[in-house]
């Protein structure tokens, strides 16, 4: 998916590499209420056959990103300050994933709980792969050149 493309959905994909290779689709993007979704593809899995945890984790961090970062502000960006993760299940290629990121609390310290499902193409029931629970921190914006 093109840069723009994605930045017209968050202002916060417009120079999101990471995202852009991933292939995520964006379904919601509002401030403290995300949904994305991706196809798992061969090259984002493990030597066990299954998704590798940190595509998982990335995914999730990028409905996280979107969702704690309120596209009307251009004075502040938010970043993660933790988070906890716990994978759950496996995941496989070809199946789509859909990250939901929602806001427990938004201010200058924020939390987030972001859950990933897989489902198949035959329209399986999704499973719940992996919960992540994320912490940020509301700063000014840094000067650019």
């Known amino acids: 998916m093109a840069e723009r493309d994605l930045a017209q959905h968050h202002p916060v994909l417009k120079d ?3 995202s852009q290779w991933m ?3 964006v379904n919601k993007a509002q401030y403290g209420d995300v949904e994305i979704q ?3 593809r061969q090259e984002m899995l493990n030597g066990f056959a ?3 945890g940190g595509m998982v984790f990335a995914f999730a961090d990028s409905a ?3 969702a704690c970062n309120d596209p009307t502000d251009t004075e502040h960006i938010t970043v993660a300050s933790g988070v ?3 994978f759950l299940r496996s ?3 070809g199946q789509t ?3 939901r990121a929602r806001a427990v609390h938004q201010g200058r310290s924020g939390l987030y709980d972001i859950e990933v499902t897989a489902q198949d193409s035959k329209g399986s029931q999704p499973e719940l792969i992996l919960v992540f629970r994320g912490r940020s921190r509301t700063i000014p914006r840094p000067k650019t050149d």
Do not use: P, S
Request: no cysteine; charged share 20%; net charge negative.
């Open 84 to 86: 906890d993760v716990n």
């Open 91 to 93: 995941a496989r290629a």
């Open 38 to 40: 991706m196809e798992l």
């Open 97 to 99: 994933l859909t990250a």
């Open 16 to 18: 999101d590499f990471a």
């Open 64 to 66: 996280f990103a979107m």
């Open 23 to 25: 292939g995520i689709r």
């Open 50 to 52: 299954m998704a590798h």
